[in-house]
């Protein structure tokens, strides 16, 4: 059996990792990358394994890992894509912003809508329970389990052709919203544990996220450095804004703030409060304690609902200071750039930045122009965990028993540095691999 990596290693975006037995083949996620017009999983020899493709997996719904699905169709496959409810209800409204952001670009796409409305979705929990192994085809056999990242986000763990796989997707076990199943190798199947966990055998091998690379840190102390940003700025009577993507982080932090500062205006825009009404709908992917968290927060009398048309001027000048929570965490839409328009020019404010700046994005530039100039107000980078780092591959390397595997979802400097790090440490097979790469398994 052949890995061929068709993007998503060495790099940030466009997840997709194709594996070949004989003619037959199976599609881990096909997502894109948001640099440029966007950026595509590699397709120069797609003729080639298109019409051996038996299944396609989809991990969670962000774009990076699905946008590029109806490009299949387009070419020609009419099989199914395997994932969850939760998953497929999310997809429309990232499919219309992947539309808006290639239209703004003036970008081509390379499928339509008709492609999209050509994919075949299944819903893997109709079929197999979580953390149990089951038949999904003829000769393939699927575990799966949840991994903290978005409600109905997976790992998967799939035995083909005598072969055992596992994909992390994209795995955290610190959200403070989302529970995750931790998968376990058979021989270390932990008794008294209240959720489900998945139990693997021997692997043959593991393509695992470590977005992070050698990052050491741990969820409370990217907090602990949240925190004491937004309190210099609100102790000086300043006001703190907080891009985020639309689902996951944007819930998490929302309900954070809300909890950490109970005296201060917490202005949210009004699609991320829909995105809690997303999570409410899906119990079963979230900790016993979130939902009554979550109704707590959306009483709270300081949380208040801003539409993307409300002018920042009239907002700041109504509340006096306020921590503001708006879309796209790249800074990319016109709301975010419009309330760092307002921000900007007083330095007791404060802007922070708290997931992945793609290149020539508005938030890398303005974080990059900040830490040169040191004017206006200030712009801070402090990355809230949703992905691994060191101690969370680590564990996981540990959990599965070292099994080969192949880091994913980082540029390859950082992929290189965590792999050297781990390899020093003793475990046995790491590969830092880059788009194009194949591996014999």
Known sequence: MELTVLGGAGEHGRSSYLLTHEQQHLLLDYGVKKEGGGVYPLMDHMEEWIGGLQAVFLSHAHEDHCIALPVLYRHGYKGDVWTTRATVNQLPVYFEAWKR?????????PYDDQDEQRIRYRYLEDVIPAGRWGTLLPGLDVCWGRSGHLPGSIWIALSWKGKRIFFSG?????SQLLDADRPLHQARRLSG????QGILPDLDLAIMDAAYGA???????KLAQLKAHMDAALSQGGSVLLPVPLYGRGQELMLWASEQYPDIPVLVESVLLKGIELFADYSGWLHQDALARMERALHYPNLHRIGSDESPARLYKHYGQAIVLVTDGMMQSSIARQHYDWLAEEERNTVILTG??????????????YRMNQSGCAVHYVRYKVHQGLPDVRQMLSDLNDPPTVLVHAPKPRTDSLALRLQQEGFRHIHSLTPSAKLNI
Do not use: I, W
Request: one cysteine or more; glycine letters at 6%; proline letters at 8%.
């Open 101 to 109: 952001y290639t239209d703004k670009c003036a970008a081509p796409r």
């Open 170 to 174: 994209d795995y955290t076990s610190e």
């Open 356 to 369: 992945h700046l793609a290149a020539g994005s508005f938030g890398r530039r303005m974080l990059e122009q």
């Open 193 to 196: 544990t209240p959720s489900v």
């Open 215 to 221: 990052d050491p840190e741990l969820q409370l102390n």
